[in-house]
């Protein structure tokens, strides 16, 4: 079936510094491309997202970056801070039924 | 308070009973959907409705049950069939099913005792 790949499983980085987190997908029809933020015990919030038709989205310190030939999408967040750390999963909309597909997610951890 | 709400928010269960997760929302959307998440790992899907009267089994649907005869409301049954239900389980609707943003339920934490 197809599925998402979500590169490092926890990424501890110094405060200040940038953190990337890499995905790859399967499904080359997928067109959206969402990343959420969970903090401990928390649900869920979307942070960005990236639609096929662009290469590049940029909201403050976060960006997503978007590669459709090799199939695969990026988070980079800049100026690290400590409020950063959480967890961070991206996703993959299927193109045939609307799921999202998730990857396994991410632990950002912030170094003071 | 518009949103997504779910209730319980920490549920216990005992061996061989079936029990029930509330999820409603006040968003007027159309798609709903049930994850499961266990600790340190990311989300699965259970069921997902697109339209009231009709759902669609996701990837571990065994032992879970669903209705949907509302727009608002979307309850999933953990029943007995459902070996190792002990999980944090997470409701999110969305307007459509198609490129928009899914909206989290705070999160109801089943444990079996």
């Known amino acids: 079936g197809e599925n998402v790949e979500q590169h490092p499983s926890t990424l501890s980085v110094q405060e200040g510094d940038s953190a990337v987190i890499k995905c790859t997908y399967s499904?080359?029809?997928?067109?959206?491309f969402p990343w959420y933020k969970q903090e401990l015990g928390k649900r869920p919030q979307l942070i960005i997202d990236?639609?096929?038709n662009v290469g590049e989205k940029k909201d403050q310190r976060i960006a997503v970056t978007l590669n459709k030939t090799a199939k695969h999408f990026s988070l980079h967040i800049t100026e690290t801070q400590p409020e950063d750390s959480a967890v961070y999963f991206c996703?993959?909309?299927?193109?045939?039924?609307?799921?999202?597909?998730w990857g396994a997610g991410t632990k950002l951890i912030i170094k003071p | 308070d518009g949103g997504i709400t779910q209730s319980p928010k920490y549920l216990f269960r005992k061996e061989g009973q079936n029990v029930t997760l509330s999820c409603e929302q006040n968003?007027?959307?159309?798609?709903m959907y049930w994850y499961r998440q266990d600790p340190g790992q990311g989300l699965r899907l259970i069921y997902y409705s697109q339209i009231v009267n009709d759902f669609q089994k996701g990837d571990i649907a065994e032992g879970y049950s669903v209705s949907r005869e509302k727009k608002e409301s979307f309850p999933l049954t953990v029943t007995s069939a459902q070996k190792n239900p002990t999980a944090f389980y997470l409701c999110a609707s969305t307007a459509s099913s198609s490129y928009n943003e899914q909206f989290f339920g705070p999160g109801t934490r089943l444990t079996v005792l």
């Open positions: 968003l007027n959307h159309d798609a």
């Open positions: 996703a993959a909309l299927m193109d045939s039924n609307y799921q999202l597909i």
């Open positions: 499904d080359s029809a997928s067109n959206y």
């Open positions: 990236i639609r096929s």
